[in-house]
């Protein structure tokens, strides 16, 4: 079964650090474009990073550009996104997800991880 | 940065129902589209991808149309687990973008 497992969450001061992890599981990892995607409470979901499959090209909403970097291990078959100055305003869940399809045609979020909650609160 | 405009933000109705979802992207996007189906505390799920192509496995009440801008998600009966928030996404361009959703209720 092709699985995403999120972990790393937790409660945060405004200004401090997180990395969160995606573990993957019944899929040849190394060969996807893999996102994280977050639902902040009560709103929709949004786009927050992609990474390619070799790791050397990464995208970013621009409201994290400069203080949230995603990055991968293909011999772990792991997903991460190092979260530095936290604001309030990134308190949501995390879902790391899979791109199937071809990214430069057309492309879907399949599978999703059941998330993860980050709270930036002091 | 493309906006996608769902309507409407919430929606009503009764198990048997037909229910059409609409997704506007702020400039054309041929067909590349998605319709996710997302229930709290789970992790959303592909209905629909490229405009109306059906993911495996996904009931054929769903349908998804439209090409350009202006696209329709519809669900033909609408059964007790439909009930849900639904999102539309475009694959267009980065930044990737949902829209706003459309929460699905019982009457």
């Known amino acids: 079964e092709e699985q995403l497992v999120e972990s790393g969450g937790g409660l945060v001061q405004p200004g401090g650090s997180l990395r969160l992890s995606c573990a993957a599981s019944?899929?040849?990892?190394?060969?996807?474009?893999m996102s994280w995607v977050r639902q902040a409470p009560g709103k929709g979901l949004e786009w927050v990073a992609n990474i390619r499959q070799d790791g050397n090209e990464e995208n970013y909403v621009d409201s994290v550009k400069g203080r949230f970097t995603i990055s991968r291990d293909n011999v772990k078959n792991s997903l991460y996104l190092q979260m530095d100055s936290l604001r309030a305003e990134d308190t949501a869940v995390y879902y790391c997800a899979r791109h199937q399809g071809d990214v430069f045609d057309f492309n879907w979020f399949d599978p999703w991880g059941q998330g993860t909650l980050v709270t930036v609160s002091s | 940065d493309i906006q996608m405009t769902q309507s409407p933000s919430s929606l009503s109705a009764s198990v048997g129902d037909r229910v059409t979802i609409t997704c506007r992207a702020s400039?054309?996007?041929?067909?590349?589209i998605n319709w996710y189906q997302h229930k709290p505390g789970k992790a959303p799920k592909v209905l629909i991808y490229a405009a109306s192509t059906l993911q495996g496995g996904v009931p054929s009440r769903f349908s998804g149309s439209g090409s350009g801008a202006d696209f329709t998600l519809t669900i033909s009966s609408l059964q007790a687990e439909d009930f849900a928030t639904y999102y539309c996404?475009?694959?267009?361009?980065?930044?990737?973008?949902f829209g706003q959703g459309t929460r699905l209720e019982i009457k």
């Open positions: 019944g899929f040849t990892f190394s060969r996807y474009w």
């Open positions: 996404q475009q694959s267009y361009s980065t930044p990737l973008t």
């Open positions: 400039q054309r996007i041929s067909n590349f």
